[in-house]
């Protein structure tokens, strides 16, 4: 018979977890692995509230093993290391992200990319190379192998730097990879969330022309001034949307609910890209007749590979990029995921973890 989370592993650990599909989160004690020769133990400080802790405490994908301890944006500094550790010390500032551990020997693994790895273990709700699963960063602690730990530039501040480690390598990635990186591209970010937010920022330090596209007019004062996009777009607004075909090269797409992609094609100049990394539930339609007569491309990007994830965070360093965020304790966490539902957060949720935990 399979052991209880509070028996599995030799240290007591403490989070909160959801229970079913109601995706209420409570206090929930369980364990974690001793360090081992290639780990590093980490204080969780701070964690952010992804869109995918949402719909993985309410089981919308439909592989949600309970209990879940969500968090994968998770911030804090060394505790200890194991005897193969040689790049990471006690007391340094560093973060887990979205994975926890892969192969490391797969063609995806050898090229950096262990987030396309087959065998990748997610930092929460995943198996584990053990047989036992994974808990998040809801939590007091977290041991993983040394490869999938990142570290923080001095000037980054934990708490509003966490949501980069999801949210912050989930854009970059994509602008890297498809080309979005030469000042001047006009790049159009759809919905104005977590990831949209961030996007915002990076591209404009990459030099691109930046226009926001949400549903929401509300936005707009905020888009332009406080993130510094160049213009905003409401997607209702028919008018403006017809004045603004073809003027983009490329679209990242962050909107995680079911949503039309043809409108946003016809902003896409000839040869242009929209790139979705938002995670809709339901299948999307695909307008055939746009791409074929512009040679327009629809593609996907998940997060990024390890190396690429230190890249970003140095490059945010530099250029004094973090996400904005609303610090909030673990038991403001149910509301919180009430609001994030409606969109209702600037822009991130991030859990004051350490100060918080056990009320
Ligand atoms: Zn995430
Ligand atoms: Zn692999």
Same mark, same amino acid.
Request: hydrophobic share 40%.
């Given at each position: 018979?399979?052991?209880?989370?509070?028996?599995?592993?030799?240290?007591?650990?403490?989070g909160?977890?959801?229970?079913?599909?109601?995706?209420?989160?409570?206090?929930?004690?369980?364990?974690?692995?001793?360090?081992?020769?290639?780990?590093?133990?980490?204080?969780i400080?701070?964690?952010?509230?992804?869109?995918?802790?949402?719909?993985?405490?309410?089981?919308?994908?439909?592989?949600?093993?309970?209990?879940?301890?969500?968090?994968?944006?998770?911030?804090?500094?060394?505790?200890?290391?194991?005897?193969?550790?040689?790049?990471?010390?006690? %007391?340094?500032r560093v973060?887990?992200?979205?994975?926890?551990?892969?192969?490391?020997t797969?063609?995806?693994?050898?090229?950096?990319?262990?987030?396309?790895?087959?065998?990748?273990?997610?930092?929460?709700?995943?198996?584990?190379?053990?047989?036992?699963?994974?808990?998040?960063?809801?939590?007091?602690?977290?041991?993983?192998?040394?490869?999938?730990? @990142?570290?923080?530039?001095?000037?980054?501040?934990?708490d509003?730097?966490?949501?980069?480690l999801?949210?912050?390598?989930?854009?970059?990635s994509?602008?890297?990879?498809?080309?979005?990186?030469?000042?001047?591209?006009?790049?159009?970010?759809?919905?104005? %969330?977590?990831?949209?937010?961030?996007?915002?920022?990076?591209?404009?330090?990459?030099?691109?022309?930046?226009?926001?596209?949400?549903t929401?007019?509300k936005?707009?004062?905020?888009?332009?001034?406080?993130?510094?996009?160049?213009?905003?777009?409401?997607?209702?607004?028919?008018?403006?949307?017809?004045?603004?075909?073809?003027?983009?090269?490329?679209?990242?797409?962050?909107i995680?609910?079911?949503h039309?992609? @043809?409108?946003?094609?016809?902003?896409?100049?000839?040869?242009?890209?929209?790139?979705?990394?938002?995670?809709?539930?339901?299948? @999307?339609?695909?307008?055939?007749?746009?791409?074929?007569?512009?040679?327009?491309?629809?593609?996907?990007?998940?997060?990024?590979?390890?190396?690429?994830t230190?890249?970003m965070?140095?490059?945010? %360093?530099?250029?004094?990029?973090?996400?904005?965020?609303?610090?909030?304790?673990?038991?403001?966490?149910n509301?919180?995921?009430?609001?994030?539902?409606k969109?209702?957060?600037?822009?991130?949720?991030?859990?004051?973890?350490?100060?918080?935990?056990?009320?």
């Amino acid at each position: 018979m399979a052991r209880s989370p509070e028996c599995e592993h030799p240290q007591k650990a403490f989070g909160w977890a959801a229970r079913d599909t109601s995706g209420h989160l409570s206090p929930f004690p369980f364990s974690r692995r001793e360090v081992g020769a290639d780990d590093v133990a980490l204080k969780i400080l701070f964690c952010g509230v992804c869109h995918s802790d949402l719909h993985t405490v309410k089981n919308d994908w439909g592989f949600t093993t309970y209990p879940v301890v969500p968090g994968h944006e998770i911030a804090g500094v060394v505790t200890q290391i194991g005897n193969n550790v040689k790049t990471f010390k006690v %007391g340094d500032r560093v973060g887990v992200g979205v994975m926890a551990d892969s192969c490391k020997t797969c063609d995806a693994c050898e090229q950096d990319l262990e987030n396309y790895c087959p065998k990748k273990v997610f930092t929460y709700n995943s198996p584990g190379y053990d047989g036992t699963r994974t808990y998040g960063g809801y939590s007091d602690f977290v041991v993983v192998h040394k490869r999938f730990v @990142l570290r923080f530039p001095e000037n980054l501040p934990l708490d509003a730097g966490a949501p980069l480690l999801c949210a912050g390598i989930t854009v970059y990635s994509p602008m890297k990879y498809y080309g979005m990186t030469e000042p001047g591209g006009h790049l159009g970010v759809a919905g104005l %969330g977590g990831l949209g937010h961030v996007a915002v920022k990076i591209a404009k330090a990459f030099g691109l022309k930046v226009t926001v596209i949400s549903t929401s007019q509300k936005k707009e004062v905020e888009a332009i001034n406080r993130l510094g996009a160049d213009s905003f777009l409401v997607s209702t607004d028919s008018g403006k949307m017809k004045a603004a075909m073809k003027s983009m090269d490329f679209i990242i797409d962050t909107i995680s609910g079911v949503h039309s992609l @043809l409108p946003l094609l016809g902003l896409l100049k000839l040869n242009g890209k929209l790139i979705t990394v938002g995670l809709p539930e339901k299948p @999307l339609e695909l307008p055939i007749f746009p791409l074929v007569a512009e040679r327009k491309l629809v593609g996907g990007s998940d997060f990024g590979g390890i190396k690429e994830t230190q890249e970003m965070l140095e490059f945010c %360093g530099k250029h004094n990029i973090s996400a904005d965020i609303e610090l909030i304790r673990l038991d403001e966490i149910n509301t919180a995921m009430e609001r994030l539902a409606k969109s209702d957060v600037k822009y991130r949720f991030v859990i004051d973890v350490a100060n918080s935990l056990r009320g």
